[in-house]
């Protein structure tokens, strides 16, 4: 189900609270106020930032009509940067209009459009995106080469929107260097860690060949993220890290809790 997506504020006592305005009737982003120690001349100080959370669009002919106005209100609200959460294409079995879900052609449109933000703009995919482009049965989609043609056109070291971040990439590790959609980046001192975990079962249980996928993205032995920067990030920031439970194993252990 396609998920509405509206504005959100969350407050800090450090910072204060601002909300920013919704952007129209159909598409709405998830505007995200934090507070971080942001350098300005050399000298730390607290401030304030926004960013945006966008996902499951654009759908369909309408979402794709909508979607310039969407990312002209996105430019007008001066966020540090915009993460889409994954499904930029439509599941098929639920298609009725637009570009055809899977296609090179929705691939290329969808980079095209995330190339037009104004502030950086991350990805990370979604089942859309490739586990259930064997839905579509006219095409005879396999999910795995489209994750391949996912990797190449959207995670080959491009940097989306016309403004950037500095992004570490998973990939950077040579034993790593499949899983260039794994990123991490900060803002302030605030980390921002993004994931390749997916819907339908994260490509789970239909055939041995996608189970082999499931496992190698997955298994301990191969973290999504190295948690070594992680670490330090925590012993100055004194949060806790997160396990992420994924059908009762874990990505990476957590070396907070030995």
Request: contains cysteine; hydrophobic residues 30%.
């Given at each position: 189900m396609r998920k509405i997506l509206r504005a959100l504020l969350i407050r800090r006592k450090t910072c204060g609270a601002g909300l920013v305005s919704g952007l129209?009737?159909?598409?709405?982003?998830?505007?995200?106020?934090?507070?971080?120690?942001?350098?300005?001349?050399?000298?730390?100080?607290?401030?304030?930032?926004?960013?945006?959370?966008?996902?499951?669009?654009?759908?369909?002919?309408?979402?794709?009509?909508?979607?310039?106005n969407l990312i002209e209100d996105i430019k007008k609200a001066?966020?540090?940067?915009?993460?889409?959460?994954?499904?930029f294409q439509a599941d098929f079995r639920g298609y009725r209009d637009g570009s055809l879900p899977c296609s090179d052609e929705t691939f290329d449109n969808r980079k095209n459009l995330a190339q037009t933000f104004k502030p950086p703009f991350i990805l990370t995919p979604g089942d859309n995106d490739w586990t259930d482009c064997h839905y579509v049965k006219s095409a005879s989609y396999d999910p795995l080469e489209r994750l391949a043609k996912l990797r190449e056109i959207f995670f080959s070291g491009t940097d989306f929107g016309?403004?950037?971040?500095?992004?570490?990439?998973?990939?950077?590790?040579?034993?790593?260097?499949?899983?260039?959609?794994?990123?991490?980046?900060?803002?302030?001192?605030?980390?921002?860690?993004?994931?390749?975990?997916?819907?339908?079962?994260?490509?789970?249980?239909?055939?041995?060949?996608?189970?082999?996928?499931?496992?190698?993205?997955?298994?301990?032995?191969?973290?999504?993220?190295?948690?070594?920067?992680?670490?330090?990030?925590?012993?100055?920031?004194?949060?806790?890290?997160f396990k992420i439970p994924i059908r009762n194993q874990m990505i990476c252990e957590n070396p907070y809790e030995k």
């Open positions: 129209g009737a159909v598409l709405w982003p998830l505007f995200i106020s934090g507070c971080a120690m942001v350098q300005s001349g050399g000298q730390s100080q607290t401030g304030k930032f926004e960013f945006g959370l966008i996902g499951d669009l654009p759908y369909n002919a309408e979402d794709e009509r909508k979607f310039p001066n966020l540090v940067f915009v993460i889409h959460d994954g499904d016309q403004q950037t971040l500095s992004i570490t990439r998973q990939s950077s590790d040579p034993k790593y260097s499949k899983f260039r959609e794994n990123l991490r980046w900060t803002y302030g001192d605030m980390l921002f860690v993004t994931l390749h975990l997916v819907g339908s079962d994260n490509n789970f249980g239909r055939t041995s060949e996608m189970d082999a996928e499931y496992a190698e993205r997955n298994s301990p032995n191969t973290c999504a993220i190295d948690y070594s920067p992680v670490r330090r990030y925590r012993s100055r920031q004194r949060k806790r890290v």
